[in-house]
């Protein structure tokens, strides 16, 4: 119910900036054809937001047939975490990344890029989706998807500022109009920061808690960040109010922890699941065995099962299920798709 609540109160407030730019462009009038705008995409967003973004960014649907390995992955991922399976989609893009999105757990969606089926061990694999089944539990999935879907619809509002800068109505002059260009967007991605950042700290604990492993997670954001840097994401470039889905900022120029940030600084995350580590003792190792090229790497072992993600039931800090994988396959590496 606090997930509900939490929605509720973005939506009122991202509603009332949405009448504030109508005001300030149209006076009365665009105040309350702003008000039927936010109120219809409100209801759009909570039923379609997640396919929407999804769309953006071409997600193809998988399943245990066409990805069985990554499949199985997210599915013992799901009943460790206690959540009905989530649909799965792979994006076709080099940059190492991922997100979760959907209304409630029920319909639930995780997408990772190619980028990041490729250059991840399993381990870390299975620590950054864990992350992602995080949000899901929390429903964060919601607010987070509404959120892109309104903070890109104040955006592009106020782009339109200049065609009515000259309305009798507008009581702001063109001067006005464009300050309001400019504050209205920042104003919305204020918003859009102030929540992502302490949920992705808390999806990074509870994630950490699903995979049993924080130091798997750890392990995958620090390669994410440094990739994400060098590989851009034109996708999300042209989409920059979707930015704060995914689990390392997709967009070039994140610098660090500070108020203009969409997430908080890697090294902090990173430094925080090894605290993590550290408390929950024993059995921590490394969080990638070595001579592991890839997330498929040597082939997988059908004795270690799905692959290196702890049982349903197993408490967080326990053995790795699967997780040595002797002797591997002497076959060639099977890729994400099977």
Same mark, same amino acid.
């Given at each position: ?29 665009? @105040? ?23 769309? @953006? ?27 009905? @399976? ?5 994006? /076709? ?29 399993? /381990? ?31 955006? @592009? ?79 999300? /470039? ?15 120029? /994140? ?84």
């Amino acid at each position: 119910m606090a997930g509900y609540f939490r929605t509720a109160i973005l939506l009122a407030g991202m509603t009332a900036l949405f009448m504030g730019v109508g005001y300030l462009l149209g006076g009365s009038g665009g @105040m309350m054809i702003a008000f039927a705008v936010a109120l219809a995409m409100n209801a759009f967003s909570y039923w379609n937001s997640d396919k929407v973004v999804l769309r @953006m960014y071409n997600a193809r649907e998988v399943d245990a047939r066409t990805a069985p390995e990554f499949y199985s992955m997210i599915r013992d991922l799901a009943a460790n975490a206690d959540l009905p @399976m989530p649909k799965v989609y792979i994006i /076709e893009n080099p940059q190492p990344n991922a997100f979760a999105t959907g209304r409630n757990p029920q319909n639930a969606a995780v997408a990772a890029t190619t980028g990041i089926l490729q250059s991840l061990s399993r /381990e870390e694999l299975a620590g950054v989706m864990a992350h992602e089944l995080a949000h899901v539990k929390h429903h964060d999935t919601l607010i987070m998807t509404i959120t892109a879907t309104m903070a890109g619809a104040i955006s @592009m509002l106020a782009n339109f500022a200049l065609f009515f800068g000259g309305s009798r109505n507008n009581p702001l002059g063109l001067v006005g109009t464009i300050l309001m260009m400019i504050l209205a967007p920042l104003a919305a991605m204020l918003v859009q920061m102030a929540i992502s950042r302490s949920r992705e700290y808390e999806a990074d604990r509870i994630g950490a808690e699903i995979c049993g492993q924080p130091l798997w997670l750890a392990s995958a954001l620090g390669k994410i960040a440094g990739a994400a840097k060098r590989i851009p994401n034109q996708a999300a /470039e042209r989409n920059p109010a979707t930015a704060h889905m995914f689990i390392i900022n997709p967009l070039h120029g /994140e610098r660090m922890d500070s108020l203009f940030s969409t997430h908080p600084a890697t090294e902090n995350r990173v430094a925080r699941l090894r605290e993590m580590a550290a408390g929950m003792g024993a059995g921590m190792g490394a969080a990638t065995p070595a001579g592991r090229s890839g997330p498929w790497g040597g082939g997988p072992d059908p004795s270690a099962g799905s692959g290196s993600v702890p049982p349903a039931g197993s408490r967080p800090g326990g053995s790795r299920s699967g997780g040595s994988r002797s002797g591997g396959s002497s076959g060639p590496a099977r890729g994400p798709w099977g």
